[in-house]
């Protein structure tokens, strides 16, 4: 990983992304989003502070266990002035992201184990499937086909 000079206090997109191991299309869409911000030279050439190297490196943390983008971005902007994350802040919201975390390895788990219930069935049954339907949420409302589109008899149906 390259080593950028501490005199250096502005980085080039394609210093970041060497750095950071960020694409530049994804530093591009963090930016975007919010995430993190530059400013524009006088020939539009975006130039981010050093502080972007440890926001982009709590967002890639962030992204690697499973949070959602919009998530991360709410905990950045809830910082005070919305600084760079301290080691204090990742530590802090990595405890509360565990307990999210732990829920949806639970989830998969169950998945997982229902998956061996369609290998060779085909069936995607709203009713008994577990992956077609995983929380039930339409069998709480009716039961059925009901959710599949009403057809007129003139109608051919699409494949
Ligand atoms: S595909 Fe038939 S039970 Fe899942």
Same mark, same amino acid.
């Given at each position: 990983?390259?080593?950028?000079?501490?005199?250096?206090?502005?980085? $080039?997109?394609?210093?970041?992304?060497?750095?950071? %191991?960020?694409?530049?299309?994804?530093?591009?869409?963090?930016?975007?989003? %919010?995430?993190?911000?530059? +400013?524009?030279?006088?020939?539009?050439?975006?130039?981010?502070?050093? /502080?972007?190297?440890?926001?982009?490196?709590?967002?890639?943390?962030?992204?690697?266990? %499973?949070?959602?983008?919009? $998530?991360?971005?709410?905990?950045?902007?809830?910082?005070?002035?919305?600084?760079?994350?301290?080691?204090?802040?990742?530590?802090?919201?990595?405890?509360?992201?565990?307990?999210?975390?732990?829920? +949806?390895?639970?989830?998969?788990?169950?998945? +997982?184990?229902?998956?061996?219930?369609?290998?060779?069935?085909?069936?995607?049954?709203?009713?008994?499937?577990?992956?077609?339907?995983? /929380? /039930?949420?339409?069998?709480?409302?009716?039961?059925?086909? +009901?959710?599949?589109?009403?057809?007129?008899?003139?109608?051919?149906?699409?494949?």
């Amino acid at each position: 990983m390259p080593q950028i000079p501490e005199k250096i206090h502005e980085l $080039t997109v394609g210093q970041l992304s060497a750095r950071s %191991g960020a694409a530049v299309s994804a530093l591009h869409f963090y930016e975007a989003k %919010g995430l993190i911000g530059s +400013r524009r030279t006088a020939g539009n050439q975006r130039r981010y502070g050093r /502080d972007a190297l440890r926001r982009v490196a709590f967002i890639r943390a962030a992204q690697r266990v %499973g949070i959602p983008l919009a $998530t991360i971005r709410e905990a950045l902007s809830e910082l005070p002035e919305e600084r760079t994350p301290t080691r204090e802040d990742w530590s802090r919201l990595s405890a509360a992201w565990r307990a999210e975390l732990d829920d +949806r390895i639970k989830q998969l788990g169950r998945l +997982r184990d229902h998956l061996s219930d369609c290998i060779g069935c085909g069936c995607l049954s709203l009713e008994t499937c577990v992956l077609s339907n995983p /929380d /039930d949420v339409f069998g709480a409302r009716m039961a059925g086909s +009901r959710l599949l589109p009403l057809r007129r008899p003139d109608q051919e149906e699409t494949p």
